[in-house]
């Protein structure tokens, strides 16, 4: 049978749980949906310095927290994948892998994925020195030597800002020049403390039982291995936005991302978006919770307009 709420949400990360409270705490019934853990990247974070309130607080103890807040009026929380969402006007089916849920409100909190180099030691030693983001965990390698992966922009730009905080910092690339815009490399060169390792594959991330020690790369012209010594990899190869299922609506761009205005609400009324997986994300913890914020107390007022049309009518 389906099971009917006011608002579905699609993923449990700080966006997803903070969009939650709000409208729970409006009294309106709320299901949140996540194939995996709640809290998402938080869980994979060994400790968050940059959120209000906290000098420091371990990502899962952050996760705990936000879960509790999010479930204190009245929200619940279920596994599932959402293999599609539909769209009646009024109301939207969200159909998972084994249940299915219909819904005034869908709001899309499903984030985004990095993508992974694949070597042995990165799963390892992932939050014990291999790092997504250089805005997290940067500052735990002040005046430490740290190894960056990948040519894009996303690498030479946060190659630029831990070069601010490191001794000194390392581009591999696998290629003999970088991806990035101009701009961006220039600022990269014109960087005393960044160097680069060119034609370089990453063939492992090596370290003791505590932490990172160095990568092992493999030079791709003499065919010769090495190890750079370091103790922060950063790997920027790529992301990901988790908007399986979601393709018919007509809310993504060309790679995936769902657009929204400044309400976070997307072109299909009663379907917002919230956190990393939105276009313009900037994907830190208060940016999420904040973009839950809005979604959460916009979609009432939504909400509203809906049993104003059916007594109109």
Known sequence: MTQKYDVVIIGVGPAGMT??????????????????????????????????????????????????SSTRFGAEYTFGEV???????????????????????????????????????????????????????????????????GGGDSAVEEASYLANLAKDVTIVHRRDQLRASRIAQKRAFDTDNIDFSWNKRTEEIIGDDEKVTGVKVLDKISNQESVIKTNGVFIYVGIDPNTQGLENLGILDEKGWVLTDDNMQTKVPGIYAVGDVRKDSIRQIAAAVGDGAVAGKILFDYIQSLSDTEIEA
């Not at 729970?24 to 990247?41: E, F, H, T, W």
């Not at 994979?44 to 209000?52: F, G, L, M, Q, S």
Request: proline share 3%.
């Open 83 to 149: 293999q599609n969402v539909i769209d009646h006007g009024k109301t939207k089916t969200i159909v998972t892998d084994d249940e299915q849920y219909e819904a005034k409100v869908v709001i899309v909190a499903s984030g985004a994925t990095h993508r992974h180099i694949g070597v042995p030691g990165e799963d390892k030693y992932s939050g014990r020195g291999v790092s997504y983001c250089a805005v997290c965990d940067g500052a735990f390698f002040k005046n430490e030597q740290i190894v960056v992966i």
């Open 19 to 68: 969009a939650a409270t709000y409208a729970s705490r409006a009294n309106l019934s709320v299901m949140m949906i996540d194939k995996g853990i709640y809290g998402g990247q938080m869980n994979d974070t060994a400790e968050v310095e940059n959120y209000p309130a906290f000098d420091s607080i371990l990502g899962p103890d952050l996760a705990e927290k936000m879960y509790a």
